[in-house]
């Protein structure tokens, strides 16, 4: 499962909510679709998506099945929601936060490890991974990222002398 976006604010009065999403263009969340909201820590609650609209690339107004009112969606306000990656996929959504699992390989250092979690920060994607048992943040653009091979599951990248040492 990864972490699309989150549950921003309530819109109107009929329990609709407001999603922000990292998954890129907003065409693969369709009525019908099961999404995971993460109404406690290590949860993932399913929600059925009873209405969708695309506002942009990076919000949907939703209404799920069991949010009626208001009151009920205040509630989910500030929560992170998940999708099944094949969701996305199957989307064919080209977005970074597919490359979640994927093993990091340095040029000059190997195997770093495996990326653990994906944000976008303004208009660049930092991936975080674990090295030497410590967490770590790398920058995930041109020219630092090199190939990204799906087949593998690798992403191949460049980084300079000292970044891992922040």
Same mark, same amino acid.
């Given at each position: ?51 969708? &609209? ?20 205040? &509630? ?57 048992? &410590? ?32």
């Amino acid at each position: 499962m990864l972490r699309i976006g989150k549950l921003v604010a309530t819109h109107g009065l009929n329990g609709q909510l407001i999603l922000t999403h990292q998954a890129g263009k907003s065409n693969w969340l369709q009525k019908g679709m099961i999404l995971f909201v993460a109404v406690q820590k290590g949860s993932h609650i399913p929600y059925f998506v009873h209405q969708v &609209k695309a506002v942009n690339d990076q919000e949907y107004h939703v209404l799920f099945e069991d949010t009626s009112t208001i009151d009920m969606a205040k &509630k989910l306000v500030g929560k992170a929601v998940y999708v099944e990656t094949k969701i996305l996929e199957q989307a064919k959504i080209n977005s970074p936060i597919l490359w979640i699992g994927f093993e990091v390989l340095d040029t000059q250092l190997g195997v770093l490890g495996t990326l653990t979690d994906i944000a976008q920060t303004g208009h660049q994607w930092v991936g975080s991974l674990n090295y030497k048992g &410590k967490e770590v943040l790398i920058p995930l653009v041109a020219p630092l990222l090199i190939e990204t091979n799906w087949a593998l599951k690798q992403l191949k990248v460049s980084l300079p002398d000292g970044l891992l040492d922040l």
